[in-house]
T-cell receptor, first 117, second 113 residues
Framework: DAGVIQSPRHEVTEMGQEVTLRCKPI?????LFWYRQTMMRGLELLIY????????DSGMPEDRFSAKMPNASFSTLKIQPSEPRDSAVYFC???????????????FGPGTRLLVL | AQSVAQPEDQVNVAEGNPLTVKCTYS??????LFWYVQYPNRGLQFLLK??????LVKGSYGFEAEFNKSQTSFHLKKPSALVSDSALYFC???????????FGKGNQVVVIP
């Protein structure tokens, strides 16, 4: 298995532009997580999905952020409009199963390094 | 809500010496504990986890961790550190019925040749 795939790996954009980050989870995994990593705040959970349904989006910083999972093999995280303070590394992770999911390992993608100028 | 504390920002160790990275946790019920490692410009890689059973858990790359319920700790250890072990290490915890994984702030490990 190729693992969790994220694209793009790097993104540089100007303030006000729309940014779309993409994630392909490991095949057969039922849960998908979006995280943001910064020096100041560490690793933060933004949102997670079970069976393509958003379960907890309490970590989404504001309305400029939105996430979708139209099917089991694809998810997007969109920022519109982007701001310099959104600069961070964004990780996607997936996990097998639903029942007892709290015992299961999350597998992380390589991340997207976003720089908003 | 569950939480994790990694008290040290950076751990320096000489190559060949034992390596310990500390982690304490807080949960309402039984904890499920994880260690991840992050190399520069890479995603987090799973090292090991404790779910139940033997308190000593063995993982990848020669790492192990010991679950101590009375001290609410799950310290990561390696008997002999390598320069290639230099990385950022994260401890994380979940608990029954909660699908969120709470991460610590991470510990930078520097292994000195």
């Amino acid at each position: 298995d190729a693992g969790v795939i994220q694209s793009p790996r790097h993104e540089v954009t100007e303030m006000g532009q729309e940014v779309t980050l993409r994630c392909k989870p490991i095949s057969g995994h039922n849960s998908l997580f979006w995280y943001r990593q910064t020096m100041m705040r560490g690793l933060e959970l933004l949102i997670y999905f079970n069976n393509n349904v958003p379960i907890d989006d309490s970590g989404m910083p504001e309305d400029r952020f939105s996430a979708k999972m139209p099917n089991a093999s694809f998810s997007t995280l969109k920022i519109q409009p982007s701001e310099p303070r959104d600069s961070a590394v964004y990780f996607c992770a997936s996990r097998p199963g639903l029942a007892g999911g709290y015992q299961e390992t999350q597998y992380f993608g390589p991340g997207t390094r976003l720089l908003v100028l | 809500a569950q939480s994790v504390a990694q008290p040290e920002d950076q751990v320096n160790v000489a190559e060949g010496n034992p390596l310990t990275v500390k982690c304490t946790y807080s949960v309402s019920g039984n904890p499920y504990l994880f260690w991840y490692v992050q190399y520069p410009n890479r995603g987090l890689q799973f090292l090991l986890k404790y779910i139940t059973g033997d308190n000593l858990v063995k993982g990848s790359y020669g790492f192990e961790a010991e679950f101590n319920k009375s001290q609410t700790s799950f310290h990561l250890k390696k008997p002999s550190a390598l320069v290639s072990d230099s990385a950022l290490y994260f401890c994380a915890v979940s608990e029954y019925g909660n699908n969120r994984l709470a991460f610590g702030k991470g510990n930078q490990v520097v292994v000195i040749p």
